[in-house]
């Protein structure tokens, strides 16, 4: 479970330090995101 937490903390860190990128919005696509991560810390 730690390691799904971590994943959780890197994916949050990641998007919120590419947010002012440029890029192929399908590069990088997560369904749901944010809400699908905030569901998987919680389950």
Avoid: G
């Avoid at 479970?1 to 990088?28: C, G, L, N, S, Y």
């Amino acid at each position: 479970m730690i390691v799904w937490i971590f994943i959780i903390v890197a994916h949050f860190a990641m998007r919120r330090q590419t947010k002012h990128e440029q890029r192929d919005p399908a590069a990088f696509r997560a369904w749901f995101y944010p809400v699908s991560n905030w569901v998987a810390a919680a389950a």
